[in-house]
C-alpha cells in the first residue's frame, strides 16, 4: 500500500481525469452520425442514392438546396451516396475484426495453451503468414475467391488474424498462470470449462480493447479494396468505389474525391481516437 | 568469443529465415495444386475452345500433374530453388520475367520513401521529443491522423493540392524525377507517422538517462546531445521495425502504382488478383516474403553494430 492512495489528488488533475477530452467527445459524436447513417440512411439524405435524376452532374457543394454535397459525375447526389455507403464500411470493419478476432482467439488459446509441440507449429506457421504484407495476403483470398464485397471482407478478417493470433497467445500465458486459474483448476473444474469461463474471457479483454483500433484499420483497408476495383463494385454506393469513380474526373471536380475522402478519414481517425483511449483506461487500471 | 556468438546468432537467424521461405513455398505449393485444373484448362481452353480428353492429358503431362504428389512439391521446391516461379497464365511468360520487368520501377519508389520516411521521422521525432505541450500535441495529433489516414486518401489529397491545385506535378505517369515525388510521399507518409510516434516516445525515455545529464553537464549543445547521443540508442526501437516498414512499403506499392497510374510490382500483383492469375499472384507473394526475409537478415547483423550489447545478451 502506498500512502499516496489516501491524499487528496490536487483538484484540477481529478477534473482532468474525470472530463473526457474534446477529441474525444468530438469522436464520439461523429461516430454517432455514422451509426445513424449506417442503421437509417434515409434520415441523413432522403434521395435515392442509385437514382441518376434529371439533375446536372458535377453539381458543386452548397449549390443546391436538393444535394446539399453536391450530384456525381451521373447526376445522383453525394449525401445520399455517401450515407448509404456508411452501412457497407461499418459492416467491412466490424465483420472482418470479428473474423479476425475469432481466428486469432482459436489460435491463440490452442499455441498458448497446447502442447509444446503445438505452440511450436501454430507459431512457425504464424511467422510464415506475418512475412507477407497484409495487403498482399488480402490480395491472395480475393485472388482464390473473386471479387465482391463479401470477399473483400474475408479477405481483410483472414489477413490479420495472425496479428490478433499473437495478442491471444500472449494473453494466455499471463492468464493460464494466475492465481483463479491454478485455483479453478485445483477445484477439479473440467478443463474445458476453465477455459471457457476463465482463460479466454481474461485473455480476450486487453485484444478487444486493442481491436476496437483495428476496426479503424479494417475499415481504411476495405476501402482500399474497394478503391482497386476489388471490393463493392460500382454503381452501389461504397466510399471506396466512390472515390475510385471519382478520380477519373479529378481535374473536372475534385469535390467528388474530397468529399468521400474526408468522411473515410474522419471515421478511420474517431475510431482510433476512441480505441487508443480505451487502451489508456484499460492500461490504468491495470497498471494500479 | 565475440565473433563465435556473433556468427551463431547470425547462424539461427538464417535458419529461421529459411524455415519462414520454406513454409512459405510450401502454402504456394499447395495453392498452386488446389488450383492446377484451371491451369491446365486455361492453357488449352481459349476462347471457345473445346479440348479432346487426349489433350488434356497431355497438357497434364506437360505440367507434370499426373506425377504423386511428393515428386511434384519436390520438383516445385526445385524449380524455386532455380529461381523458376513458375509461368503466368494470363500473360504466357514465366513469372520471374515479370516481376523482374518490374522490379526497377518499384525499387526506385521504394528506396525514395524510406530514405523520406527515415530522414523526415528522425528530424521530427528527435527535434519534438520532450518539447512544450503544444508542440507535443501538435506533432502527436498530426501523426495520429497520418497513420489513420489510408494510403490512397493521402495520394488523392497530394494529387488535389500539388498537381490540380498548384500544377506542380504531373497527375500521372513515370517520366523523370517530377512524376516520382508525389507517389514516393504518398508511400512514405505513412510510415513516417508512425515511425516519428516510435521514435519520439523512446527517445523521451533516453533522455531521461543519466548519460544524457553527463552531455549536457560537459556543455553539450541540445540538438548535438540529441542527434549524437539519444539518437543512436532510440533508433535501435527504428531498426526492430524494419520488418513493419517492408510490409507498409510492400502493401503501399499496389495502392500507390495504381493511384498514380504507375508500371511496377504493385501493379503487376494487382492485375493479377483481378486476373485470378494464381501463379503470378503466388510467384509475386513468394517473391516479397524473400524480400521481407532477406531485409530482416541484413537488419539483424545491422542491429548488432548498432547496439553491441544484443551479442552479450
Redesign the interface.
Known amino acids: 500500500m502506498t500512502t499516496t492512495a489516501h491524499l487528496p489528488a490536487p483538484r484540477g488533475v481529478w477534473l482532468r481525469s474525470r472530463l473526457p477530452r474534446p477529441g474525444i467527445v468530438l469522436a464520439a459524436l461523429f461516430l454517432l452520425v455514422v451509426a445513424v447513417a449506417a442503421v437509417v440512411p434515409g434520415l441523413l439524405a432522403a434521395q435515392d442514392p442509385l437514382a441518376i435524376g434529371t439533375d446536372p452532374g458535377f453539381l458543386p457543394p452548397f449549390a443546391s438546396t436538393a444535394h446539399l454535397l453536391g450530384t456525381d459525375q451521373e447526376g445522383r447526389d453525394v449525401l445520399s451516396r455517401l450515407a448509404h455507403g456508411t452501412a457497407p464500411s461499418l459492416v467491412m470493419g466490424l465483420g472482418a475484426t470479428g473474423i479476425a478476432v475469432i481466428g486469432g482467439a482459436v489460435l491463440g488459446l490452442l499455441a498458448g495453451l497446447g502442447s509444446r509441440a503445438t505452440e511450436a507449429v501454430v507459431m512457425r506457421v504464424l511467422d510464415v503468414v506475418l512475412a507477407i504484407p497484409e495487403l498482399l495476403l488480402a490480395l491472395i483470398v480475393i485472388a482464390l475467391l473473386g471479387t465482391g464485397t463479401e470477399h473483400a471482407l474475408l479477405a481483410v478478417g483472414v489477413a490479420t488474424i495472425p496479428y490478433y493470433s499473437r495478442m491471444v497467445r500472449a494473453q494466455t500465458h499471463v492468464v493460464r498462470r494466475s492465481g483463479y486459474v491454478e485455483a479453478a483448476t485445483g477445484l477439479g473444474i473440467h478443463q474445458a470449462s476453465v477455459i471457457w469461463r476463465h482463460v479466454l474471457p481474461n485473455a480476450i479483454k486487453p485484444v478487444l480493447v486493442l481491436a476496437t483500433i483495428g476496426v479503424g484499420t479494417a475499415i481504411a483497408v476495405g476501402a482500399s479494396l474497394s478503391f482497386l476495383g476489388l471490393g463493392a463494385q460500382p454503381p452501389a454506393p461504397e466510399w471506396g468505389s466512390m472515390l475510385a469513380a471519382g478520380v477519373q474526373y479529378i481535374s473536372v471536380d475534385w469535390m467528388l474525391v474530397a468529399i468521400p475522402a474526408v468522411v473515410i478519414t474522419l471515421t478511420v481517425l474517431s475510431v482510433t481516437v476512441l480505441g487508443q483511449d480505451l487502451r489508456r483506461r484499460a492500461e490504468g487500471r491495470t497498471a494500479r | 568469443m565475440r565473433a563465435k556468438l556473433l556468427a551463431e546468432r547470425i547462424g539461427w537467424r538464417m535458419i529461421?529465415g529459411v524455415?519462414?521461405l520454406w513454409?512459405?513455398a510450401t502454402?504456394a505449393f499447395f495453392?498452386l495444386h488446389g488450383?492446377a485444373g484451371d491451369a491446365a484448362l486455361s492453357t488449352v481452353a481459349g476462347q471457345g475452345a473445346d479440348p479432346t480428353q487426349a489433350v488434356l492429358d497431355q497438357v497434364r503431362r506437360d505440367y507434370g500433374l499426373d506425377l504423386p504428389l511428393w515428386r511434384q512439391y519436390v520438383d516445385y521446391l526445385g524449380q524455386l530453388l532455380h529461381g523458376d516461379l513458375g509461368e503466368s497464365y494470363q500473360q504466357r511468360l514465366p513469372v520471374a520475367q515479370a516481376i523482374e520487368a518490374q522490379l526497377g520501377q518499384t525499387v526506385q519508389l521504394a528506396a525514395g520513401a524510406i530514405v523520406i520516411a527515415l530522414v523526415l521521422a528522425v528530424g521530427v521525432g528527435v527535434l519534438t521529443a520532450k518539447r512544450r505541450r503544444w508542440v507535443r500535441a501538435t506533432t502527436t495529433g498530426v501523426e495520429?491522423?497520418l497513420?489513420?489516414?489510408?494510403?490512397?486518401?493521402i495520394g488523392?489529397?497530394l494529387?488535389?493540392v500539388f498537381s490540380?491545385g498548384l500544377h506542380l506535378f504531373p497527375?500521372s505517369g513515370q517520366d523523370g524525377l517530377r512524376s516520382l515525388v508525389l507517389p514516393t510521399f504518398t508511400l512514405a507518409l505513412p510510415v513516417t507517422a508512425i515511425l516519428s510516434q516510435v521514435l519520439r516516445s523512446e527517445l523521451e525515455d533516453v533522455l531521461e538517462q543519466p548519460f544524457i545529464l553527463t552531455a549536457r553537464a560537459r556543455g553539450m549543445r541540445d540538438v548535438a546531445v540529441r542527434f549524437r547521443h539519444a539518437l543512436r540508442h532510440a533508433a535501435i526501437q527504428l531498426v526492430t521495425m524494419s520488418?513493419y516498414i517492408?510490409?507498409?512499403l510492400?502493401?503501399?506499392t499496389?495502392?500507390t502504382e495504381?493511384?498514380f497510374n504507375r508500371q511496377g510490382i504493385g501493379q503487376l500483383?494487382?492485375v493479377?488478383?483481378?486476373n485470378?492469375?494464381?501463379p503470378l499472384?503466388?510467384g509475386?507473394?513468394i517473391f516479397?516474403?524473400l524480400v521481407?526475409?532477406v531485409v530482416n537478415l541484413v537488419v539483424d547483423i545491422l542491429y548488432t553494430v548498432i547496439d553491441p550489447r544484443v551479442v552479450t545478451r
Do not use: E, H, Q, R
Not at chain 2, 497513420?147 to 486518401?153: C, D, I, K, N, R
Open positions: 529461421a524455415g519462414v513454409g512459405a502454402a495453392t488450383t495520429l491522423l497513420a489513420s489516414t489510408p494510403t490512397f486518401v488523392l489529397v494529387l488535389i490540380i497527375v520488418g517492408i510490409g507498409g510492400l502493401g503501399g499496389v495502392i495504381s493511384l500483383m494487382l493479377a488478383t483481378t485470378k492469375d494464381i499472384v503466388v509475386v507473394v516479397c516474403a521481407y526475409v
